[in-house]
């Protein structure tokens, strides 16, 4: 059976991806690339992302396309609460051609509970060092 019943369990719709199956894709070898998709007003909120990832603001993707490369598996992730953008990034990345682009199910919350690569972001690690005092 193409694609096997695990497949369809962590896919609901053919574009969401668990972040447990991000997990054992990259255990595996598989190099994924990430999109950090972000509302243009909280920039300045972020300071750590999924390390490596492409930062986007959600209202500019379009300009960005020719960023994310088609022939790997590409995952869109956020911090919005719901996965309504990255889930509508992925729909958009399949559109234009992309046959392997996902959201990720829980976004960057799910993300690090699996205790997956992070990397501190712009100010980040001054930003973090203030809030800790």
Known sequence: MRGGPRRRCLMKYGFEISAAEVKARMN??????????RHHQD?????????GALRIDD?????????????????????????E????????LQEHGWKDAH????GFEAYCQEGLP????GEGSSVRKIMML
């Open 28 to 37: 595996a070898g598989e190099q994924l690339f990430f999109v950090n998709l």
């Open 103 to 106: 959201s990720l199910i829980g």
């Open 59 to 83: 209202d500019k993707v379009e300009a960005h396309l020719e960023e994310i490369p088609r022939e790997r598996t590409v995952v869109v992730y956020s911090t919005c609460p719901g996965d």
């Open 85 to 92: 953008p990255s889930a509508r990034v992925a729909r958009l």
């Open 43 to 51: 920039w300045d909120l972020a300071v750590m992302q999924v390390r």
């Open 118 to 121: 992070v990397e501190e972001i």
